[in-house]
């Protein structure tokens, strides 16, 4: 088995794992308003090095461990979880394990929520 290896799991996430231990989750489901990276787990204590949210701001939720975003798009906030933006993954270009390295590339649309079109 490779070192580093890419793990699909249920509701659209993917483990990231060296040598059997996850590093990185990829979690892209319709259930966010876009995808992003959590746990992101530090290499000896195998705890998280990022946080869900924001402590003492209700108003963060939007903020998801590592994610893609802009604030304005054409007008329209891809930033925030409150408007009409959202960004999806839309396709797979690469997935691969290995020794050196595991690869996961992933084509992401930015909808603005007037036009289905990306």
Do not use: C
């Not at 088995?1 to 996430?13: F, N």
């Not at 998280?48 to 108003?59: E, I």
């Amino acid at each position: 088995m490779p070192r580093g290896t890419l793990l699909p799991l249920p509701e659209h996430q993917v483990s990231f794992q060296i040598d059997g231990r996850e590093r990185l989750r990829w979690h892209f489901g319709l259930q966010y308003p876009r995808p992003f990276f959590f746990p992101l787990t530090g290499p000896k204590s195998g705890q998280s090095v990022t946080r869900m949210g924001h402590p003492g701001a209700p108003n963060h939720d939007h903020h998801r461990s590592v994610w893609f975003a802009h604030n304005l798009v054409q007008g329209v906030n891809n930033w925030g979880d409150e408007g009409p933006g959202r960004i999806r993954q839309s396709e797979w270009i690469a997935y691969q394990d290995g020794d050196d390295e595991a690869v996961m590339a992933v084509k992401l649309g930015w909808f603005d929520g007037h036009d289905p079109k990306p």
